[in-house]
């Protein structure tokens, strides 16, 4: 029955609990129709038959008082319109009494009636006859005999006559009576089945009620109790229904809901873990581009340091060239003198284009960390991107890196221009004094020769004093936009830090809800 009704919709299925309570009462109904038909039949039988039978049975004695009255006043009357009147009313009681009697007998000739009514027509039959030798005894006019007649021939046959039909009306009597006995017991048992059909009829609708009201309570507490455990985090358990009603239909959409919250849930978890072990991974890469950054500073530093250094040398050999200039003159005393000057400046400019090469180094170096910060950089924006919102001042930080690291790598690029062109200066000086070496041996007749040479050296001197300062300003450029490279890492490290707080707090968050196999989310 219960799965019966779970095919149904709620509408049908109340459509069936109130066709139920319509049936009963049609039944209720019919049965106190039948009823109050069948006692409606008796007491038109009572109606109809038996108070017919009643009265046909007083009519039957009334009639044969009549006649015995009016056989008796025609022994004490005298007048002739009296005695005809009496013997008129002799006569149709007489014939009245056969027509009483022979409605009786239609009605009620069966059975035990049928003797007594028998025996009322052979008492009628003998009274009739009485009554007629009555009237012609009195015909002959004695007054003796017809007194004589009526006690001895009418009365005792009047008496027969009276006590059978006394004897056909109590049966009659008790014929109706008993008829209004079993039409007040057939009334008592439409009563009471009734009752009983009203009981058995309020059993089955209660119980029918019963029935419907549990196949819509109970898949509506089960809907509560999914609810309630989506509710409380709990996606363990499948919700499905094979009902076909409209709480079945609530139940697996509910179940399909449970399905794709489970769905996202699991991507959100995922997502969090890919978070938070990106994040991880994004706090040691700034930790080691911290510890980088800190070493290129330094670095850049003892660059900077070199580069005072070799200014110095220049300024130093820009003096020293200015007192050559000025001991020219004595150039020719001094040969030896300006034979180990000449060493001395071999050696200095060695040490120049040595300086130069390591600048150079330094540069590629700092090339390097532009290159590697930008890189960092594209890293920072793809895990910005891939954390989405909470990524969108970490992509800012990203692009500004990689701005500062472009810049760097623009600086490097002009410093290693301005160090090859240094490096192809002392390349040239360099060869310059290397023809000075070989031509020492001509030094004494070409004295104004190494002077004006000394001069352009001088010359040379000074530009290599402006290049240096030059170079010194781009390595200050460089070492200041380090140290921003090592400010927007420290700012880099902190949204690391803060996204990685949003990510375990987002586990943490996703961990509220209980998936299928025990696990948390």
């Known amino acids: 029955m219960s799965q019966l009704l779970q ?20 039944g209720l109904c019919g049965v106190g129709a039948l009823s109050a ?50 013997k008129a009313a002799i006569e149709e009681s007489l014939t009245d009494g056969e027509t009483q009697l022979a409605e009786v007998q239609k009605l009620a000739g069966q059975g035990d009636n049928a003797r007594l009514i028998e025996e009322v027509k052979t008492q009628k039959a003998a009274f009739t006859a009485a009554v007629r030798k009555f009237l012609t005894v009195y015909d002959a006019g004695n007054p003796d005999d017809s007194r004589t007649s009526l006690l001895i021939d009418l009365r005792p046959v009047q008496q027969a006559y009276e006590k059978s039909v006394e004897a056909l009306g109590v049966a009659l009597k008790e014929q109706v009576e008993a008829r209004a006995a079993a039409g007040g017991a057939a009334a008592q048992r439409s009563v009471w089945l009734m009752l009983v059909f009203g009981a058995v009829g309020l059993v089955l609708a209660v119980s029918a009620a019963w029935v419907i ?13 999914a609810a309630e455990r989506i509710k409380s985090g709990d996606l363990s358990r499948h919700i499905d229904s094979g009902a076909r009603d409209e709480i079945g239909a609530l139940l697996r959409a509910m179940g399909g809901m449970q399905q794709h919250l489970l769905g996202v849930i699991e991507d959100v978890q995922r997502c969090a873990r890919d978070v938070a072990a990106h994040s991880d991974e ?42 050559a200039s ?26 120049i284009s040595g300086s130069s090469t390591r600048i150079k180094d330094i540069i590629a170096v700092i090339d390097g960390i532009a290159f590697q910060t930008n890189i960092l950089a594209l890293n920072a924006a793809v895990e910005a991107a891939r954390a989405g919102e909470h990524g969108r001042g970490f992509a800012v930080v990203a692009t500004e890196v990689r701005s500062l690291a472009g810049r760097a790598s623009s600086a490097a690029r002009e410093i290693k221009s301005l160090i090859d062109d240094s490096a192809e200066r002392v390349a040239d000086g360099t060869r310059t004094v290397a023809e000075v070496g070989e031509r020492i041996g001509g030094i004494v007749k070409a004295v104004m020769d190494v002077r ?16 240096m300062a030059s170079i010194n300003g781009s390595v200050g450029e460089v070492d200041q936009a380090t140290q921003q490279n090592a400010a927007l890492v420290e700012e880099i ?11 375990e707090r987002l586990v943490k968050a996703v961990a509220f809800f209980r998936l299928p196999g025990g696990a948390a989310a």
């Open 7 to 26: 095919t149904l919709k709620i509408g049908p299925r109340l459509g069936v609990a109130f066709a139920i309570l319509i049936l009963l009462l049609v």
């Open 37 to 86: 038909r069948s006692l409606a039949q008796d007491l038109d039988t009572t109606a109809r038959v038996d108070i017919t039978l009643v009265r046909a049975a007083n009519a039957l004695q009334e009639r044969t008082h009549l006649v015995a009255r009016s056989s008796r006043e025609l022994l004490i009357v005298d007048s002739g319109g009296q005695i005809k009147r009496l």
């Open 213 to 225: 009201s549990r196949s819509i309570t109970v898949p509506l507490q089960h809907a509560m109790d």
């Open 282 to 323: 994004l706090a040691g890469g700034n930790t080691e581009l911290s510890t980088r950054t800190e070493r290129n500073a330094a670095s850049l530093q003892q660059t900077a340091s070199a580069v005072e250094q070799i200014a110095s040398t220049v300024q130093g050999n820009s003096q020293k060239t200015r007192e």
């Open 326 to 351: 000025q001991v020219a003159t004595s150039a020719r005393d001094a040969v030896v003198e300006g034979g180990k000057s000449v060493e001395q400046l071999v050696e200095t400019m060695t040490r």
């Open 452 to 467: 004006q040479l000394v001069e352009e050296v001088s010359h040379a001197s000074h530009e290599q004093v402006t290049g």
């Open 493 to 503: 490290a902190a949204t690391t830090e803060s996204l990685k707080s949003n990510a």
